[in-house]
Each structure stands twice: as C-alpha cells, then as structure tokens.
C-alpha cells in the first residue's frame, strides 16, 4: 500500500515530465521551422518618395495624371470612373507613377482637404479601400495627399504574393492638431 501511494505520486511527476517535455519540442519545433514558413509574407512600406505636384502640369517620363488621355487605349491605371463616382468630388487628381528599378508602381492620389476632414475615419477608410482596390487590379500602391503635401493615407501590397496582400495606413490629426499614424 506503501508503494502504491509513492507510484500514485510519481504519476504526477510523470504527467508534469511529459508536458514539460511536450512544450520543449513544440518550442523546439517552431524554433526549426524556416522564418519563410513561421512568419507571414510582409507588407512592403509606403514609397518614401516626395509628392510632386508640379507633374500635374508639366507630366514626365511615364507619369500619368487624371488630364493624360490615351487615344488608342485604356489608359493604367484607370481611375477615372472612380474619380467621378467619388463622394462630393473628394479625389481632385493624381499622379501614377510607372515601376521602376528602385520602387513599385504606385499612385498618388490629391484628395480635396475640405471634403476629407469632414468625413467620418470610416468613410475614409471605405475611401482608400476602394480607390486601392481599384489600383491594386493595375498593380499599383496607393499614397493619398493633399493639396499642402500631407500625407493623409496609404494602401500599400505585397505584389509578390497571389493574392497580394495589402496594408491601409491613414493619419488623422487630433483635436490638439498633432498627426499620429493608425
């Protein structure tokens, strides 16, 4: 009877060896698996580029605007539609920069200040999800600005990926006047 106290004991042990042991090889597992099969592919960080308002006017190179029309084709990105469908005009114009070397295709959208702060986070999240919907079918990140070269938001995809997976950043000011990321 002795023993069998001492075994019931040791049972206890064993069950407290047995999850010890059963952690220490999940940790040691998930330590062993590729950072490529642990972690989530990543979502590339805005373009860090300046706006450049001037390609407004004066568009270079391969940059397109809301006034670049292209007689014998769809014009890409195509946000015209979006453009007009917008909520009380808010998206005035943008720029469209091809990829290059050093940065993926990306768009740069001027939305109207006056409009914009005057819709609720939600309406502008629907906003950037929309118009990023839209670019992302032409392969193209989104940086919305306005006209005093504020960056308001980003809609920004892992193009590497199918399907792409994409990140919506905006910045919002305060009641004291300060910006500050979400």
């Known amino acids: 009877m002795h023993i069998l106290k001492l075994c019931d004991a040791c049972g ?9 042991s059963l ?4 940790s040691l597992t998930t330590l062993a698996v590729p950072p490529s099969l642990a972690q989530p592919p ?6 860090s580029a300046p706006l450049e308002l001037d390609l ?3 568009p270079k190179d391969h ?3 809301a006034n670049t ?5 769809l014009t890409v990105p195509s ?3 979006a453009q007009q469908n917008s909520e009380k005009k808010l998206l005035d114009n943008w720029i469209a920069y091809p990829a290059s070397d050093k940065e993926p295709a990306r768009v740069d959208l001027i939305v109207n200040q006056q409009i914009w702060s005057l819709l609720e986070y939600v309406e502008r999240y629907d906003f950037v999800n929309r118009l990023g919907s839209a670019a992302r079918n032409f392969g193209y990140n989104v940086r919305i600005f306005n006209y005093q070269k504020e960056p308001l938001a980003t809609y920004t995809c892992n193009f590497n990926i199918s399907p792409a997976l994409c990140n919506i ?4 000011k305060n009641k004291i006047g300060l910006l500050r990321s979400l």
Do not use: D, M
Request: net charge positive.
């Open 42 to 47: 990543s979502i590339p960080s805005p373009s």
């Open 79 to 81: 946000l015209w539609w």
């Open 56 to 58: 407004l006017t004066k």
């Open 169 to 172: 950043q905006t910045t919002i």
């Open 12 to 20: 206890g042990l064993r069950q407290r060896q047995t999850s010890f």
């Open 69 to 73: 029309i292209n007689p014998e084709r």
């Open 23 to 26: 952690l220490l090889t999940i």
């Open 63 to 65: 940059v397109i605007t």
